[in-house]
């Protein structure tokens, strides 16, 4: 009976998609995955994107331990073909910042290939020759071999393949009007279109749009949208070869961090922090909930970050690489967050509702885990996840204290308001004429 079970996942995302092609393979065989977007993967969807870190430098061991399983399984090019690229992560020690330290340790526990890094000098040498970087007389920090980046949308390509592969629907164009209801309990869901689909199982993993497209839910506190700033530079395919070699620079403090060129010569530089959010009145429930702001929201608007976020991007830049501060960006992007407070996912059940299963809440660090996270929702599913773990994911938990959260300390700042007027404009992406 179980294997007959008709489930429908809400959102072609990381966690939706994995959680399909892990159900598939324990044998269910009626599993639909719907997504709002009319093209897949969806152009605005925080999971599209020409790269994220992959990393297994994590202050909670848990996720230290889970991250080195996605990077083994990274490494399956039969899999994931050129997905995954093994540039290495550096991480900047602070003074003053426990983080890192604490995710030095566990890396070192765990039999990661990592380096400390003491020095101008050492932490030069992980760096190619030709490029000019700019390091403290005194830093610190440390390399970890067993990491880098993917590229994020052709992962999420390759296993949509796969869920297709064994035999799962996938349907685009399909934003949710309201879950429908028998006896109080999910039993299927009716889009705006009129389309229905009915379930035993519905697995809501909308991304940053959980909390607005689901009011009824009052899911704001453990799934709150934030827009995370984003920005790019074009090189020549000379300058480009001069950092293609490059580890990813990462620094927890500030939350900055810089990818070396992709394919295409493009650079991404982004900022891990508390974010934007943006509250709107809900159509659907007479409340105000943070809505994401993209692309396809508001077309080319929709990609415009906050003139200050681009000014400490540039002055992050200039910290790192000097030579490219002095470009002009290319682009922006908002890049939208699911948030929780203690930045653990949300895995579980709705409290009182056996019929709906929440994947979501990534806060920012999920899409490492693609190739495994969807075994998580999986046994969340089948009442297989060990306790702990259940706990640390259920929907009604008790929020951790801040000297115990996820990430750095930055993090766990309250977000911004994001204002339109004080969004950049085109000429705000070209550097200071004294830079």
Known sequence: MESRKRIVVIGAGCFGLSTAYYLLQRGYQD????????????????????????????????????????IAAWK???????????????????????????????????????????????????????????????????????????????????????????????????????????????????????????????????????????????????????????????????????????????????????????????????????????????????????????VLSHGPDGLRIPKASLQKLRAELAQVYPELAKKPFAATRLCWYTDSPDENWVVGFYPGDPNLFLATSGSGHAYKFLPVLGRIVADGIEGTLPPDVSQRFAVDRTHATKDSTVEPEIRAHAPAQLKEEELCTPEDLLPAPHA
Not at 38 to 67: C, E, G, H, Q, W
Not at 132 to 142: D, F, L, Q, S, T
Request: charged share 20%; glycine share 8%.
């Open 31 to 70: 599993v639909t995955v719907i997504d709002r977007a009319s093209v897949l993967p969806a152009p605005d969807a925080a999971s599209t994107d020409i790269n994220k870190i992959v990393r297994s430098s994590y202050a909670d061991i848990f996720y230290t331990r889970l991250a080195r399983e996605a």
């Open 76 to 294: 399956d090019t039969k899999e994931w073909g050129n997905t995954y690229h093994e540039s290495g992560v550096y991480c900047a020690l602070s003074l003053g910042e426990t983080y890192t330290d604490k995710a030095y340790e566990n890396d070192v526990a765990l039999g990661a290939r990592v380096e400390y890094l003491s020095g101008l000098d050492a932490v030069r040498r992980v760096f190619p020759p030709t490029v000019n970087i700019a390091v403290p007389e005194h830093a610190r920090g440390y390399i970890n071999r067993d990491g880098g980046w993917a590229f994020a949308s052709q992962g999420i390509s390759r296993m949509m393949e796969k869920v297709t592969a064994l035999g799962g629907k996938i349907i685009p164009g399909k934003p949710v009007a309201e879950l429908m209801k028998t006896d109080g309990k999910t039993s299927g869901v009716r889009c705006e279109d009129g389309s229905v689909f009915e379930a035993d199982l519905v697995v809501l993993s909308a991304g940053s749009w959980t909390s607005s497209a689901f009011p009824e839910l009052s899911l704001q506190r453990n799934c709150l949208a934030t827009g995370q700033c984003v920005a790019m530079l074009q090189l020549t395919p000379e300058e480009a070869d001069m950092y293609r070699d490059c580890p990813v620079f990462l620094n927890f403090h500030t939350g900055f961090y810089i990818f070396p060129p992709n394919d295409d010569n493009i650079v991404k530089l982004a900022i891990h922090d508390c974010g934007y959010t943006q509250p709107l009145k809900s159509r659907k429930a007479d409340t105000t909930v943070s809505t994401p702001r993209t």
